[in-house]
């Protein structure tokens, strides 16, 4: 996966260079210490994966972000944690904050070079086939698969795509986080921020701030907490 580091800080800068030597399949093509300098070599040559910083002086990473091609995928690297849910709104596929723990940062790539994988193996006239009051089928790479309601986790928004964690299995299919909210049971499914819906069945804890179920952590989005809470809580 050929990807890029954009950072206004050079130790930083060193320091995501230096994790990405540890992970052979990342090829690093480059490091910029301004979101312009980085746009323009975007344009120019393909990139799988960004390094983003945040906070940078001129253009910042959120607004890169949204500049950037459909394929391209978006790992931020910031200092500051309160910019999490912002990550949401330009489809980020994680958020690492600094300093940045290897362990941390590996498993970053790993779902990144999943999404990549499932991005360029899947169709574009892909989505939902069928649904049924227990379960749906789901088209992903060029098969159906039986998806049953109680079986799944949640469903991410990634770009113009959804990924639905299963208890089994983490499937890909062409489609908007809205279109398939609507197909789901109302009674089950609860959306959390603008890329995450998740079953309530499924949740293991929560706090006033985030959602854990298993062994993910997701942020609950300010538009959607009162309704989160009244869920969850009421009598």
């Known amino acids: 996966m050929k990807c ?31 979101a312009e300098t980085a746009a323009k070599f975007i344009r120019d040559h393909e990139v ?19 500049t950037i ?16 849910l912002d990550s949401y709104e330009v489809d980020a596929v994680d958020y690492l904050v600094k300093p940045i723990k290897p362990e941390r940062f590996k498993k970053a790539v790993e779902k990144a070079l999943s999404y990549h994988s499932m991005l360029l193996s899947e169709e574009k006239n892909v989505g939902i086939e069928q649904v049924n009051n227990d379960f749906m089928f789901i088209k992903s790479d060029r098969r159906f698969f039986k998806v049953n309601f109680r079986d799944i986790l949640f469903v991410e928004g990634l770009k113009d795509y959804v990924i639905i964690q299963t208890t089994t299995q983490r499937l890909i299919t062409h489609m908007n986080l809205k ?25 293991d804890s929560f706090s006033n701030n985030d959602v854990f179920i298993r062994d993910y952590e997701i942020s609950i989005g300010n538009s959607y907490r009162d309704e989160f809470f009244d869920e969850l809580l009421k009598k």
């Open 48 to 66: 799988d994966l960004l390094f983003l910083d945040i906070q940078m002086s001129g253009l910042n990473g959120i607004e890169l972000a949204r």
């Open 4 to 34: 890029i580091i954009v950072d206004d800080e050079p130790i930083a800068r060193k320091g995501i260079e230096k994790l990405t030597t540890t992970i052979s399949s990342l090829k690093l093509l480059g490091c910029f210490e301004s």
């Open 179 to 203: 279109t398939i909210h609507g197909l789901l049971p109302q009674l089950n499914f609860l959306r959390v921020n603008r890329s995450y819906i998740i079953n309530k069945e499924s949740i």
């Open 69 to 84: 091609p459909a394929t391209t995928l978006v790992i931020f690297t910031t200092a500051f944690a309160e910019y999490a």
